[in-house]
């Protein structure tokens, strides 16, 4: 390919603002924007990026169609929310006008476990206008690469055991909402812990209708398990809330989590799969006190036992660089909903995007 990647950045919050720069210095031309807040609508994309001024200004959503129409890009962006339910409408549009979309909506990564009929559904639609769908972000590298690349290196593996602990002030007020933060501890075991210690079947059936979201690590563990060729027997899940044990200002909520309610949550996920091989995850996203900081940590245990931690990661830079460097393999997979355990590893990229297709 030897014109410039062409991309649309759709949201740009806190994520959008890294993408575009990103984009731009990696050799990419972004050419449209959009967003719903008013308070970005009409900015010009290098003030959202810190960048220089493009000409290019954000737009309403519901300019869209008409701007995807005339445009044709190359690939586009999505930085909004992080279930397949809120993600589907923003697929939809990008396929039906034959254009690559790639999320950084956690539950895109891998939802093939969690929100098949959307994702079949997007498959379809995919396939039918010739383009690509996939998530990608942090949890890709940090929760999936890394692993299957040190699984690598074992001689036998019995267990998977990883921890992830990232602050839900850096996402925005739907993760928050979607981790308890700000809940009673009555309130969060009546919405988010009364789904713990389902038997599989249950749980399964539960996730895949949409009555209940799964915690990050269920549709993790389906990537890895896809990329190692396991085969899984049984899955479960347990959210329990995180305590605040003194009150604490959230500038994403906008309120004071008192003393004794929920900062977050702390999600493990077990998986047993045919193969015998054991993944047992957990994510614990809250609001963090001046005294803790983002964390990674996994342990491959079988012959011989190798661990690594990652402390104070960059989570929303990483999560943004990764979807980045992934464009290229994007647009290289064939048509359909492709997860990125499919593609090939990221590499860094030396030489502008377009030089990679």
Request: hydrophobic share 40%; net charge negative.
């Amino acid at each position: 390919m030897m014109k410039k990647v062409r991309a649309v950045q759709y949201g740009c919050g806190k994520m959008g603002k890294f993408l575009i720069r990103y984009l731009q210095e990696h050799g990419a031309e972004v050419v449209a924007a959009f967003d719903i807040n008013e308070a970005v609508i009409g900015k010009d994309i290098g003030e959202i990026a810190g960048t220089a001024p493009t000409g290019v200004k954000v737009q309403p959503l519901h300019e869209a169609d008409k701007t995807l129409e005339a445009l044709k890009p190359d690939v586009g962006i999505i930085a909004t929310l992080s279930t397949m339910a809120d993600l589907e409408d923003a697929f939809s549009l990008f396929a039906r006008h034959g254009v690559n979309a790639i999320s950084t909506g956690e539950e895109a990564l891998y939802p093939w476990n969690s929100s098949p009929e959307i994702t079949q559904k997007l498959d379809e639609l995919a396939k039918a206008h010739d383009c690509t769908l996939a998530g990608s972000g942090y949890p890709d590298m940090f929760w999936g690469v890394l692993v299957d690349t040190l699984a690598g290196s074992m001689h036998k593996l019995v267990k998977i055991k990883g921890s992830s602990c990232y602050n839900v002030e850096d996402y925005g007020i739907a993760l928050a909402i979607g981790h308890g933060a700000g809940l009673t501890v009555d309130e969060f075991n009546q919405q988010i812990g009364n789904y713990n210690d389902l038997p599989y079947e249950v749980i399964s059936q539960k996730i895949e209708s949409g009555e209940y979201a799964p915690p990050y690590m269920w549709t993790q563990n389906g990537w890895l398990c896809s990329r190692l060729g396991l085969t899984i027997t049984s899955q479960t899940q347990r959210c329990v809330p995180q305590i605040a044990n003194e009150d604490i200002y959230s500038d994403t909520l906008k309120m004071t989590v008192k003393k004794g309610d929920v900062l977050g949550l702390s999600a493990v996920v077990i998986t047993e799969t045919a193969e015998g091989v054991t993944l047992e995850t957990e994510c614990i996203g809250k609001i963090l006190t001046a005294d803790e900081c983002d964390k990674n940590c996994w342990q491959l245990i079988g012959e011989p036992d190798t661990a690594i931690e990652v402390n104070n990661p960059a989570t929303v830079e990483l999560t943004c660089a990764n979807l980045v460097n992934r464009i290229p393999a994007l647009i290289n997979s064939p048509a359909g909903y492709i997860t990125t355990e499919k593609m090939p590893n990221n590499v860094y990229m030396t030489k502008p995007m377009h030089e990679y297709l």
